[in-house]
C-alpha cells in the first residue's frame, strides 16, 4: 500500500480510511505526506443481522462502512480505490463516484491443483474449497459493479474479461523497491540457509511452511546436516509454531525482513494450491537470492524457468533442485544474477504502477464532465 499511495499521491490528492490493525500505528506515521487526510478505523465486526444473513465470502465491518459512507457523503471525490474484494462490503452500494477495484489476482486457472494438493497440508484443503465456493457463486451472482478492475497480471485479464464480459479491466503487476533491496555480494556458502517468507496465518503459506518443514526439508538435512530451514512472516499460525525444532526457526514477525533475505542461501517456495503474483517472490528476486518454486507460484510473473530461476511442481522435485543448487556455488550465482535482473527490468515500482496515472486522469476527466 505504500508504494501505491507514494505513487497516486505524488499526483493526485487522496485520502485515505484503512482498518486499524497489524501495527496501524507505524503505518500511519510511514503514510505521514503522502496522503491529504489518513483515517484509521478501529474494526468493530458485522452486525447480527450480518453475520445471520451473510452471503458473501467477506463479511461488513460496520465501523469501517460507517467511516467511509460519512466521507463519501460528506465530501466531493473524482473515484475510490478499493485495496481488494474484501475491503468492497465498506463502500456504499450504489456508489456515487467510480470505483476502482484492485483484485490483486482474479481467480485459479482451475480448482485441480487444491483438489490435488501438489502435496501441500491436508489440514487447509477444505477451507480452501468452501472458500472458493462462495466466491465462486459472489462471481456468478452478486459482482459488485465497478468502473474497473485491476490484475496483476495478462492471465488474470483474461480470466475475469471472460467471466465478465465489458468489464474494464487494467493490468497493474505487483511491485518491488530495487533501491530498498539491494542483492547478496556473493553466494559463497558456509552454512547453507533455506528461506521461506509470507503471511503465516495465511492457508496458502501454512500449507506451504508445512511441506517444506515436513516432506522437504528432512532430506535436505540428511545430505546437508547443518542446513538451516527459517520460515519468517507474521502472526504464524499455530500449525506452522508447531514446526519449530532441528535446524527449523519460525521467526514471527520480524523488524527488518533485509537481513534475512541477506542471510538466506536459497529462497523456496512451494506454493501448490494458489496463484498469484507475489509480492514475496518478488523481494526474493530483488535481493538476488537463487528461486525454487512452483509453476502456480509464478504465474503472470515474467521469468522462464530454468533461466531466472527453477520451477519443481512437486517435494521429491524440489528436494533434488535444492541439492543441485547447493552443491554448486555457479549455478547459484547465475540464477541470483538473472532474478535480480527480471526484478530490476520488470517489477521495479517506479515500471509497475505507471497505468494507474492514465486511468485515473481519464476517470477524473469523465467526473469533471458529468459535474
Request: proline share 9%; aromatic share 6%; charged share 20%.
Amino acid at each position: 500500500m505504500f508504494h501505491l499511495l507514494r505513487f497516486l499521491g505524488s499526483r493526485f490528492p487522496v485520502d485515505l480510511i484503512a482498518p486499524a490493525i497489524d501495527r496501524w500505528e507505524e503505518s500511519q506515521r510511514l503514510l505521514q505526506g503522502l496522503c491529504a487526510e489518513t483515517t484509521f478505523v478501529r474494526p468493530r465486526g458485522p452486525s447480527l443481522l450480518d453475520r445471520i444473513g451473510l452471503v458473501r465470502p467477506y463479511a461488513k465491518d460496520r465501523a469501517l462502512a460507517a467511516a467511509v459512507r460519512e466521507r463519501i457523503t460528506s465530501r466531493v471525490y473524482g473515484a475510490v480505490h478499493v485495496e481488494t474484494l474484501p475491503m468492497m462490503p465498506s463502500l456504499p452500494a450504489p456508489a456515487a463516484v467510480p470505483v476502482v477495484l484492485d483484485l490483486w489476482s482474479y481467480g485459479l486457472p482451475s480448482p485441480l491443483p487444491v483438489l490435488r494438493g501438489g502435496g501441500g497440508g491436508a489440514t487447509g484443503r477444505p477451507k480452501h474449497l468452501a472458500h472458493r465456493l462462495k466466491l465462486g457463486l459472489y462471481d456468478r451472482w452478486c459482482w459488485p459493479a465497478t468502473s474497473c478492475l485491476t490484475v496483476v497480471s495478462e492471465e488474470d485479464r483474461l480470466r475475469c474479461e471472460t467471466a465478465h464480459p465489458g468489464q474494464r479491466v487494467v493490468v497493474v503487476p505487483n511491485g518491488v523497491d530495487c533501491q530498498a533491496i539491494r542483492p547478496k555480494p556473493d553466494q559463497a556458502m558456509t552454512s547453507p540457509v533455506l528461506l521461506f517468507t509470507g503471511d503465516m496465518s495465511a492457508e496458502s503459506d501454512v500449507d506451504a511452511a508445512t511441506v517444506l518443514a515436513t516432506e522437504v526439508f528432512p532430506s535436505i538435512r540428511r545430505e546437508f546436516p547443518k542446513a538451516e530451514l527459517r520460515l519468517v512472516g507474521r502472526t504464524p499460525d499455530p500449525r506452522v509454531t508447531r514446526l519449530a525444532g532441528p535446524g527449523i526457526t519460525v521467526t514471527g514477525n520480524v523488524p527488518d525482513m533485509q537481513a534475512h533475505l541477506r542471510a538466506a542461501t536459497i529462497y523456496v517456495a512451494p506454493h501448490f494450491t494458489t496463484s498469484g503474483t507475489r509480492t514475496k517472490l518478488l523481494e526474493a528476486m530483488a535481493a538476488g537470492l537463487p528461486i525454487i518454486t512452483t509453476s502456480l507460484a509464478i504465474e503472470g510473473i515474467k521469468v522462464q524457468p530454468g533461466r531466472d530461476l527453477l520451477v519443481a511442481d512437486q517435494p521429491a522435485d524440489m528436494i533434488e533442485s535444492i541439492q543441485t543448487l547447493l552443491a554448486s556455488q555457479p549455478d547459484r550465482e547465475r540464477f541470483a544474477q538473472a532474478a535480480r535482473h527480471m526484478a530490476e527490468v520488470w517489477y521495479d515500482w517506479s515500471r509497475c504502477l505507471w497505468p494507474l496515472e492514465p486511468l485515473y486522469h481519464e476517470l477524473l476527466a469523465s467526473t469533471a464532465l458529468a459535474c
